[in-house]
């Protein structure tokens, strides 16, 4: 029987943000440029391209803050910060759990350094 909880459908949701968020930010200027000299050529005017780039930017800034306070899969506390700081997508682990970033398991822990208790046991023995 596998116990294991897969959170794997929330981080391709995440991934599939992101990369939604990347496309617009790079297209931005591409996209409001070209339909500047479109709507200039063919209606003599730029306004549709300003409704366009003002409606491009507030949706860009909206998927970001969206991604900024993307809930962890496993606690349901934003995964990348805290009330006053965020990592946004800089953030490994959830700040809240310790889940990494992309998978089902919490960061593993440095390796124990023997106790006194047991190094007391293995002279002993
Ligand atoms: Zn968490």
């Known amino acids: 029987m596998d116990d294991a909880i ?3 459908h929330a ?3 995440y ?3 992101g990369r939604l968020w ?5 297209l ?3 996209v409001v440029v070209g339909s500047a000299l479109l709507t200039l050529k063919y209606w003599h005017t730029p306004n549709p391209a300003f409704v366009l780039a003002i409606l491009w930017m507030s949706y860009t800034l909206y ?3 969206r991604i900024n306070l993307w809930r962890c899969p496993r606690c349901g506390q934003c995964f990348a910060g805290t009330c006053w700081y965020n990592k ?3 953030a490994k682990q959830c700040v809240n759990c310790g889940l990494l970033k992309y998978s089902n398991e ?3 822990s440095l390796p124990s350094t023997p106790t006194a208790d047991a190094v007391d046991q293995e002279s002993a023995s």
């Open 88 to 90: 946004g997508i800089f």
């Open 11 to 13: 981080w391709r949701q």
């Open 15 to 17: 991934k599939r943000r």
């Open 63 to 65: 998927l970001g803050a």
């Open 6 to 8: 897969d959170y794997q």
């Open 22 to 26: 990347l496309a617009l930010f790079v």
């Open 28 to 30: 931005y200027v591409p």
């Open 106 to 108: 919490q960061v593993s």
